[in-house]
């Protein structure tokens, strides 16, 4: 692995990940790195376009590596074939869905529609989360042959009972959707999504707060999930 080149990127990442500019000793603590390092990639990355440097002196990512991931995002098949379930499904239902893929242990957002009456939500298009904190990411879990190893090594990692996550995707794979309450106050509802007889790479969720996914609502909310995951699994699976 080349140092020079893997320094770049942990300080994009690094200034990506904070919510506000940084200063140059934050940076470094962060990163791992000496000042005088950090200062020389830094000055390299804003001489490139991705990163700028503010009057205050602090930094801060630009939108050029967005522009990168949004273009490769685009050309992602499942995701332009998701688009119409997603906007199908957030008609029906009127809450906030999504669009996540198993990446590792984890799930990535590639695409999420708010509802009109919004609420407080920690992840957003292109947040990563151990897929044992989601709906989406324990329905996709539940549906791969590898998922069991996958699960041992998340709950793992989060420091999480793996007994207790495993007897919850048994149940997820029982019942065909999995549930989850990731975010503070929010509920969410998740089914995997997969072409054929291929395993379970992506998923699609259904979130709200807690009271409105209750009773009859919810009901009409899993039976509208368990459709549109089916649908689009079928044309996935369209050559």
């Known amino acids: 692995m080349d140092r020079a080149v893997s320094r770049a990127f942990c300080l994009l990442e690094v200034l990506a990940s904070a919510s506000e500019p940084l200063r140059l000793t934050e940076i470094a603590e962060l990163s791992g790195l000496q000042k005088s390092t950090a200062h020389r990639i830094l000055a390299t990355l804003v001489e490139l376009g991705y990163a700028r440097q503010e009057a205050s002196g602090r930094y801060a990512a630009t939108l050029r590596a967005w522009e990168f991931g949004a273009r490769s995002a685009a050309q992602l098949p499942i995701k332009r074939i998701a688009a119409g379930f997603l906007h199908g499904l957030h008609r029906t239902i009127g809450e906030t869905v999504s669009l996540t893929l198993l990446s590792g242990t984890d799930v990535l957002y590639l695409d999420k529609i708010i509802a009109p009456r919004p609420v407080r939500f920690r992840t957003r298009v292109g947040s990563r989360v151990p ?109």
């Open 131 to 239: 897929a044992v904190l989601t709906a989406s990411g324990k329905a996709i879990l539940s549906q791969r042959p590898d998922g069991p190893d996958l699960v041992r090594r998340s709950a793992e990692q989060q420091g999480l009972d793996i007994a207790a996550v495993e007897a919850e995707l048994d149940e997820a794979r029982r019942r065909g959707y999995a549930l989850s309450g990731y975010s503070p106050g929010v509920s969410s509802i998740g089914v995997a999504v997969g072409a054929g007889g291929a395993a379970a790479e992506a998923g699609l969720s259904v979130s709200a707060p807690g009271e409105r996914l209750a009773g009859e609502s919810r009901d009409r909310v899993i039976e509208a999930l368990l459709e549109a995951g089916a649908r689009m699994s079928e044309a996935l699976a369209r050559p």
